[in-house]
């Protein structure tokens, strides 16, 4: 077997100066793939978002490295020392507490250093979780967009909600589980309560469980079940269907709608009925027909 055919594994562990960006599971160990396996038994340094964290899973393989932190507080003073270990001729590589380096994990600082200076930069795929969510959510997978956390504070959240609100593509967040519940109550008024939703839970754990159906269902799931704010989340929300051309003439169909009802409803009840007959966000709604009784 000629170097072109060889695994790169097999030519270059413990080569001089190779960055590896190594996947590590995100809950079963037995998700260790025997390449990441091997690199990590080859390599003279390893990064580490949580060393204590990394060192069990080192410990579990027997390993013994040298082991230096690099999380989002530190990674730009430690980039520095990292990128001299690898043109010294070191091997390093970057691991995540759990999945695949830099998907909503440090380490853009560092890649970005190294490629900048010519340095070697080797993926070692494996687990993910936003992968491992979506391929078992039952959801379009054709085009997905994945936005990482959600804004931590109510009104932030529901800003980004709104952005996102007309987009077609499958939606993937990750979310915390003291949020959890929170978050889902946000999809509910901005996205609408009918809106698809499913949530990934403690993926590939024991008490793994998925929560699906439209937010409403989802919510109610969420508060009978007694673990359902423990353990972290994948939240995955089908997008809506594309419009056609006659988008406008849709937009002017909801306006003729919520003319009809503002001399009957408050406004907050004629923004939840508009919305659940239009599909469009709560919010948009609430606003355009705040606009149109101003403006009558």
């Not at 039952?138 to 109510?154: H, N």
Request: a negative charge.
């Amino acid at each position: 077997m000629d170097d072109e055919t060889r695994p790169a594994a097999e030519t270059s562990v413990g080569a001089a100066g190779v960055l590896y960006i190594v996947a590590t599971p995100i809950g079963n160990l037995d998700d260790l793939s025997p390449r990441a396996e091997k690199v990590l038994a080859g390599v003279d340094v390893v990064a580490a978002e949580d060393t204590r964290h990394s060192g069990r899973l080192l410990q579990h393989l027997g390993l013994h490295k040298r082991l230096i932190a690099l999380h989002d507080h530190n990674e730009r003073d430690r980039a520095g020392a990292l990128l001299a270990e690898l043109e010294s001729g070191r091997s390093v590589a970057l691991i995540s507490d759990a999945g695949t380096p830099l998907i909503s994990d440090p380490g853009y600082v560092l890649v970005r250093a190294a490629r900048d200076r010519g340095l070697t930069v080797t993926p070692i795929p494996g687990p993910c979780a936003l992968v491992t969510a979506l391929s078992a959510a039952g959801l379009p997978t054709d085009r997905f967009l994945f936005v990482g956390f959600l804004p931590a504070k109510r009104t932030g959240r529901r800003s980004a909600l709104t952005e996102l609100a007309r987009e077609s593509a499958t939606l993937v967040f990750y979310e915390s589980p003291h949020r959890i519940l929170d978050a889902v109550d946000d999809m509910a008024e901005v996205l609408g309560e009918s809106r698809e939703l499913v949530l990934g839970r403690e993926l590939t754990k024991a008490f793994e469980t998925f929560y699906a159906g439209s937010v409403r269902e989802v919510q109610s799931a969420l508060a009978a079940d007694p673990h359902g704010t423990k353990g972290e989340f994948v939240v995955m929300v089908r997008g809506v269907e594309p419009v056609a051309d006659a988008e406008q003439a849709g937009a002017l169909d909801v306006d003729r709608l919520i003319r009809l009802l503002l001399p009957e409803l408050p406004v907050k009840k004629v923004a939840k009925l508009a919305s659940e007959l239009s599909g469009r966000p709560k919010n948009e709604m609430y606003q355009r027909a705040l606009a149109l009784k101003q403006g009558d």
